[in-house]
T-cell receptor, first 113, second 114 residues
Framework: DQQVKQNSPSLSVQEGRISILNCDYT??????FLWYKKYPAEGPTFLIS?????DKNEDGRFTVFLNKSAKHLSLHIVPSQPGDSAVYFC????????????FGKGTLLTVNP | NAGVTQTPKFQVLKTGQSMTLQCAQD?????MSWYRQDPGMGLRLIHY???????DQGEVPNGYNVSRSTTEDFPLRLLSAAPSQTSVYFC?????????????FGSGTQLSVL
């Protein structure tokens, strides 16, 4: 049973517009959530994270929102740039065990010039 | 600044062969993990280690063996390769547990088992 779900396999947006990537989770024990970005033939790289005690975290063009009651988080990218085109993975952990992340299946974001 | 280094980058095996995927990190991180990525499946945890001499199983450990004799190295052994082990393998490390820490990933090993 998948504990972290990314229901959109792909998303296409125009350069300069907002990209919104969604993630749902089922395990109530998750208390830390991360987004990773992955280019082809490279390893995932950390993008942004949020603790369950917060509902928003912002870093430049990237903002992550957490709705604990709905067990839902989203990543907003504003403005989107062609270099943002990649696969984005949502991941979660519990009890500080960030070496044991549970990942979603990923969403392929394509930003068109 | 090497970070997490994985070798080889590509490998082709025949069913039944054994091999070791190498992983080394130069950041003095205590925690290391192995994941596999399959199409449409995301990344799944195979084994992890919380320090030298200590390892444990993740979500999909069958067919794999690990050891951690030093802080720097965390090799993954395929005992008898099967086509179902065709995948991309990622090694990762993190300095400590706790909120705020994140995993650093290597660039991956693409393995094909024929």
């Amino acid at each position: 049973d998948q504990q972290v779900k990314q229901n959109s396999p792909s998303l296409s947006v125009q350069e300069g517009r907002i990209s919104i990537l969604n993630c749902d989770y089922t395990n109530s024990m998750f208390d830390y959530f991360l987004w990773y970005k992955k280019y082809p033939a490279e390893g995932p790289t950390f993008l942004i994270s949020i603790s369950s005690i917060k509902d928003k975290n912002e870093d430049g063009r990237f903002t992550v929102f957490l709705n604990k009651s709905a067990k839902h988080l989203s990543l907003h990218i504003v403005p989107s740039q062609p270099g943002d085109s990649a696969v984005y993975f949502c991941a979660a952990s519990s009890g500080g065990s960030n070496y044991k992340l549970t990942f979603g299946k990923g969403t392929l974001l394509t930003v068109n010039p | 600044n090497a970070g997490v280094t994985q070798t080889p980058k590509f490998q082709v095996l025949k069913t039944g062969q054994s091999m070791t995927l190498q992983c080394a990190q130069d950041m003095n991180h205590e925690y290391m993990s192995w994941y596999r990525q399959d199409p449409g499946m995301g990344l799944r945890l195979i084994h992890y280690s919380v320090g030298a001499g200590i390892t444990d199983q993740g979500e999909v450990p069958n067919g794999y063996n690990v050891s951690r004799s030093t802080t720097e190295d965390f090799p993954l052994r395929l005992l008898s390769a099967a086509p179902s082990q065709t995948s991309v393998y990622f090694c990762a490390s993190t300095p400590d547990q706790g909120l705020g820490e994140k995993l650093f990933f290597g660039s991956g090993t693409q393995l094909s088992v024929l």
